[in-house]
């Protein structure tokens, strides 16, 4: 299945690898459990506009919330968090690795199978190009291969 996709070529005892990006998939993807999806929100958040929704811990000496009766929102504890093996771990089975240049793909050259290269925001579009054909000899996926990318037409 890999074998057919990645294509060898030999040129003057080089090897350069065009490898298609959706062939490239995780050693093993375990399934991901989620024990809230729901955001948790700031006290009282709904009832005024001048309170934002992020969370903040309630401290007040008479809080429902803080003391937590019952029918009063939730608050975040370690009891939410996530499993060690899945935690970071994106829905493709990768965890994320952020790119700026070629010299910091290499470091995923043995991990290609566990993590995924993203390649930050502040790149140019001309390190860009040479950063995804870079990881296509290196069999290593992007999460945003297209970002900013320009067809040929267009110049």
Request: with cysteine; proline share 4%.
């Amino acid at each position: 299945m890999v074998s057919s996709s990645i294509n060898l070529f030999k040129n003057f005892n080089i090897f350069v690898s065009t490898v298609t990006m959706a062939a490239l998939r995780p050693l093993t993807k375990p399934k991901i459990v989620k024990k809230r999806t729901k955001k948790f929100i700031r006290h009282q958040s709904d009832r005024y506009v001048k309170i934002a929704r992020n969370w903040r811990k309630p401290r007040g000496i008479d809080n429902r919330v803080r003391r937590r009766f019952k029918g009063q929102m939730l608050m975040p504890n370690i009891g939410y968090g996530s499993n060690k093996k899945t935690k970071y771990m994106l829905p493709t089975g990768f965890k994320k690795f952020l790119v700026h240049n070629v010299k910091e793909l290499e470091v995923l050259m043995m991990s290609n199978k566990t993590h995924c290269a993203e390649i930050a925001h502040n790149v140019s579009s001309k390190k860009r190009k040479l950063i995804v054909e870079r990881a296509a000899q290196l069999a290593i996926k992007i999460t945003n291969p297209n970002a900013r990318l320009r067809s040929e037409e267009n110049e």
